[in-house]
Structures are given as structure tokens and as C-alpha cells.
């Protein structure tokens, strides 16, 4: 029973990371109308980031930071590599993020090499809360914690702020909020920012969970895809969900046959496509 519990609870920590991931590529996918493949090379690059930032900046100070900074950096591709394609076959932005997704791996081994690098958390946070339950340390929940805060947050913008409505405005209808003389590029940068920081985020928390390799991201990049799949494309509230479910699935059968932990999240995304094409959530759901 302890040992499914430690499972499920392991499950439910890269679950989150799924959800991150997948509301920024979801975000991205709506607005922009970009399959993102290079989400994982800006996973990689927020964990890498803070690594770096740690040790002037301290963990705390490089939590902050580095997800702003790898968002400004999505702003810049944005402007510089994205914008020019809005208009033309959706496989040019395709191939552009996936080849991008490639050098950003190999600027990686460039800068920090091709070994796996650890990413200290606070001594405080690194001890179990509890001598029953081992595997329930401070930096799990603190990672769930802040993780729920950030996903709140960006339900709050989206809803409650100007901004917001106008990102779920266009992704109802781009054309009219153009006609109404709202500056839909600046609105797509703005959108591609924000998805690309939760990437960032991502990546940092991710950092200190499973340690940094240039692939991490390239291992999160695709059951990110699937739990918006199974959410529902367009619905950020069934990303979340989506990435939770495969998540802890991954767990519970990883417990029983650890051979299939990975194939258990594409027979959910089969099953949820065979049942409900549409997904858990609909066609639109929280941007409707």
C-alpha cells in the first residue's frame, strides 16, 4: 500500500509538470494556432537558467526570475521567428519549433554539456514531512502549492483582466476583435509570452524534482501533448486535468508493471479519443 501511495504521489508531481506544460502549449495553440514542439527547449532552458542564476541569486531569487526570462525570450522568437508564418501553412510553424527545439538542445550541451547537472533546493525543504509517508517532502508540496498558485493566477488574468478577455475574445473570433481595432500581434505576443513563462516554470520546479539534462524537456514535451488530448483541445481547465490523469496513471501502473507506465498514457489518450473525440472538457471550455 506504501509503495502504491509513493507511486501515486510521484505520479501526481509529473502530472503537474504535464499540466504546466500543457497549458502554455494549449495557450499557444489557441491563439497563435502554433503546435509548439520547442515548449520543451524552453522547459529545458528555465531549469538551466536557474541553475545558473542559484548561486548569485539564491533558489528563491532564480524561481522568480528565470520563467520571466525564458518568457521574454519566447517574445523575441515570437517577433523574430513566428509573426512572419501566422499566415502561411501551419506546417511551416511546425517544422520551424521542431527544428528550433533541436538547437535549443544543442545550445545546451554547448553552454552546460551533455552530463546531467544536480539543481539544489533549500536544505529546508528537502526533508520529509512525515517518517510514515517518506516520499512527502517539503519541496513536493511546496511544488504543488506554488504550482496551483500559478495555474489560479492564470485563470484569474484570463478572466478577470482586460487582456484576458481579449485573448479569449480572439480565440473565439480573431477577425472581429481585429475589426474593433485591437492589435491582435501584440495580443499573439503577448499570449506566446505568457505560455512560453509557464515552459519557464515549469522547467525551474522540474529542475529540482528530476535533476537537469539537455532532453528533459524532450521527455515532457509529447504526454504534454496527449493531456491536451485528453482535456480537450482548446479547454486549459481539461489540459489540467488531462496532465493530472496521465500523471497518476503513470503511477498507479508503474506499482503493478513498470514496463507499461509510459504506454498506459497513450491507451488513455486512445480510449478518451475512441469514447469522446472531442476530449474530457469539450471544444472550447475555459476560452469560450
Known amino acids: 500500500m506504501e509503495l502504491l501511495l509513493f507511486n501515486i504521489f510521484n505520479g501526481l508531481i509529473i502530472g503537474i509538470f504535464y499540466a504546466l506544460m500543457a497549458l502554455g502549449l494549449s495557450l499557444i495553440l489557441g491563439l497563435n494556432g502554433i ?59 511546425l517544422l520551424l519549433t521542431f527544428g528550433l527545439a533541436m538547437i535549443m538542445e544543442d545550445l545546451i550541451r554547448t553552454f552546460w554539456g551533455a552530463n546531467g547537472l544536480p539543481f539544489n533546493v533549500p536544505a529546508a525543504l528537502s526533508h520529509p514531512l512525515s517518517q510514515t509517508y517518506f516520499f512527502v517532502t517539503g519541496y513536493r508540496v511546496f511544488l504543488v502549492v506554488l504550482a496551483l498558485l500559478a495555474i489560479g493566477s492564470l485563470f484569474a488574468l484570463l478572466r478577470y483582466t482586460r487582456i484576458g478577455v481579449r485573448i479569449r475574445a480572439g480565440n473565439a473570433d480573431l477577425e472581429t476583435v481585429s475589426a474593433l481595432g485591437i492589435n491582435i500581434y501584440r495580443l499573439r505576443a503577448i499570449n506566446f509570452g505568457v505560455g512560453i513563462l509557464f515552459a519557464g516554470l515549469a522547467g525551474v520546479l522540474a529542475a529540482g524534482r528530476l535533476g537537469l539534462t539537455p532532453t528533459m524537456g524532450a521527455s515532457l514535451i509529447m504526454p504534454s501533448f496527449v493531456a491536451i488530448i485528453v482535456g480537450g483541445v482548446g479547454s486549459l481547465l481539461g489540459s489540467l486535468l488531462g496532465g493530472i490523469i496521465i500523471g497518476v496513471a503513470a503511477g498507479i501502473v508503474t506499482t503493478y508493471y513498470p514496463a507499461a507506465s509510459d504506454v498506459v498514457i497513450y491507451v488513455i489518450m486512445a480510449v478518451v479519443l475512441v469514447v469522446r473525440p472531442r476530449g474530457l472538457l469539450g471544444q472550447e471550455g475555459l476560452l469560450e
Open 35 to 93: 503546435i509548439n514542439f520547442s515548449h520543451g527547449g524552453f522547459l529545458a532552458l528555465g531549469g538551466y537558467i536557474a541553475y545558473s542564476l542559484s548561486p548569485v541569486i539564491g533558489f528563491w531569487g532564480a524561481l522568480i526570475v528565470s520563467p520571466f526570462i525564458v518568457g521574454l525570450l519566447g517574445l523575441v522568437v515570437e517577433r523574430i521567428l513566428i509573426r512572419p508564418l501566422y499566415s502561411r501553412d501551419p506546417l511551416f510553424s
